[in-house]
């Protein structure tokens, strides 16, 4: 039975275990199953024997608490992890990492609702010591392969990213944005960066000098906020490219007409003179208003 199965393609099916054992995971050993779904520390302790036995695994989801060092053996193939409500330790993660390197190929990492986890079980100066060194040897790697994307963040979570060597990170609301902030400007080989969320006030983004591109999906933007991104990115000094994906433009509040018709001019004058320099613009289904603003710029409309 075990033969005839592994004869068959099993990559349309997703396995979902809850609770499983080892003589379960055995089973799937050398299948060619595409996506699995562990959703407990033990299932994921049980399945890591077979996971790089799994030739056709792209996909697997992780749920659960983890610390210590990460042992999963992961599938040479693997195209995406994604953590969802995790309590992980700063080792386990960094160790996490490391393991993505070294697939050596485009991987894409999401972290849904990752809380870091204390660990209890060293003293204080045994943990750091243990946690300084596991960032030291993160910081060996090249993670230019991973792509990070963060739902739910902390100061914590971003912190283990300072200085490190990714080169695509997304964000997916303003608060994982605004936590981002503080150690964007040290992701030295950041490529590319995706936002989502609404984004008012003043833009307090330290974005690197290696930026090639900025995403905006399906944000609100204020005036301010828009202008004082653009002055940023005309800061780069190399060309960069803006995408503006499905952004609705959020009219001054408090202000009059005139004001904001004021602003609303300012911006539209101030896009125009960067982007002659080194700012490209492309757009996509964005709100009329915002339309307006960029006519006559060196925009790439996509979809309108």
Known sequence: MRSELLSHNLSNIEICVQNGSKELFEILRDTSIGILDLRTTDCASLASEILHTLS???KLYLRGTYTGRCNLKLPALLQGITMQTCECSSEWLCSLFIALSSLDRPVRCQLCDVQLKSIEVYHRDKSHTRVSDMRSELLSHNLSNIEICVHT???????????TSIRILEVRTAECASLASEILHTLNKLRKLYLWGTYTGQCDLKLPASLQCIS?????????????????????????????????????????????????????????????????????????????????????????
Not at 235 to 250: A, G, I, P, R, S
Not at 264 to 271: A, G, N, P, T, Y
Not at 287 to 299: A, F, K, T, V
């Open 153 to 163: 963040g902390s100061k914590e979570l971003f912190e283990i990213f300072r200085d």
């Open 56 to 58: 056709s695994l792209t």
């Open 216 to 304: 905006l999906q399906k944000n609100k933007l204020s005036c301010e906020w828009l202008r004082s991104l653009f002055i940023k990115l005309f800061t780069l000094d190399h060309t960069v490219k803006c995408e503006l994906w499905d952004v609705v433009f959020l009219s001054s509040e408090g202000n009059r007409d005139d004001e904001s018709h004021a602003h609303v001019s300012d911006l539209r004058s101030e896009i125009l003179f960067y982007d002659v320099l080194n700012i490209k613009i492309q757009v996509r289904n964005v709100s009329e208003e915002l339309l307006e603003i960029l006519s006559d710029s060196n925009l790439v409309p996509l979809d309108k």
